[in-house]
């Protein structure tokens, strides 16, 4: 059962004590914060770890150096991978309206990053100063113009094609034909795939790509070697996986998870 959170910006009575909060927390892995709900927008963070960002609406996976927004009164739990550092900020409904009541993983910026921890240090935004009301307005700036980052898994509301999801996020690594899924869902393969187009805007095979992708990003973070995490999310070689990595984010899966201390080092050496 979701539990709803209360305002950390508003008194008993619903009126505004701050534009922005924030809240600071270390997490092990494996750690999960359970489902719940916040009454703000809130915007997570990590300089460290992973986080996994679960809704009914699908899965969002958010790698170091990133951030997820998730909109007002959402229902979701986080699942930890590696050592987390969360650093999230709370928003007055009204103060960005950017992102059109969705969950979105983004890229972070140097400024929007420094920003973040800068606030994180302050606690509250009440905009009582003049420098507090340019801090608030530059971070909402920022998050306008932010770069969306393709790691998020929707998934459909059929319910079976949820059967297929379910029976794949429990072994992404799972071979068997979606002819041969479809067995089990009361459904033929033809349904399930115009279900999947339909509710989700992704082919399966798309989506079971993307489900492959997640999880491997899931496996490293939590100190898997490439090869380890490639077989075990159920690409041929880690070669295979690397490829898709490449095609999809750009860079190498080492890279992409580097942390902000490993980017420093990197850039200095």
Not at 203 to 211: S, Y
């Amino acid at each position: 059962m979701s539990h709803k959170c209360q305002s950390v910006l508003c008194d008993a009575n619903g009126r505004p004590r701050a534009e922005i909060a924030s809240v600071s927390a270390d997490f092990d892995d494996g750690q999960v914060i359970p489902e719940h709900s916040h009454p703000e927008d809130q915007l997570l963070f990590a300089s460290e770890g992973v986080m996994t960002l679960s809704t009914k609406q699908g899965v969002w996976v958010v790698p170091p150096l990133r951030a997820v927004w998730i909109p007002a009164n959402t229902p979701h739990s986080v699942a930890m991978s590696g050592q987390v550092s969360m650093r999230t900020l709370y928003f007055l409904p009204k103060l960005c309206r950017a992102f059109r009541g969705k969950c979105l993983v983004m890229n972070v910026s140097s400024l929007l990053r420094e920003l973040i921890l800068y606030a994180c240090k302050l606690k509250k935004l009440q905009k009582r100063t003049a420098g507090e009301r340019r801090i608030v307005g530059i971070i909402v700036e920022q998050l306008k113009s932010v770069e969306s980052v393709p790691l998020q898994l929707p998934h459909p509301s059929d319910s079976r094609a949820m059967r297929v999801v379910r029976t794949l996020l429990a072994d992404p690594a799972d071979h068997r034909t979606l002819e041969k899924l479809c067995a089990d869902c009361g459904a033929s393969k033809r349904t399930i795939q115009r279900v999947f187009l339909e509710e989700t805007g992704m082919h399966f095979g798309q989506w079971r790509q993307q489900l492959r992708l997640l999880h491997a990003l899931q496996l490293l973070a939590s100190g898997e070697k490439v090869t380890a995490a490639a077989l075990e999310a159920g690409y041929n070689s880690p070669s295979a996986f690397i490829a898709m990595f490449r095609k999809q984010l750009g860079t190498t899966p080492k890279r992409y998870l580097e942390s902000e201390d490993g980017r420093n080092r990197r850039l200095a050496s």
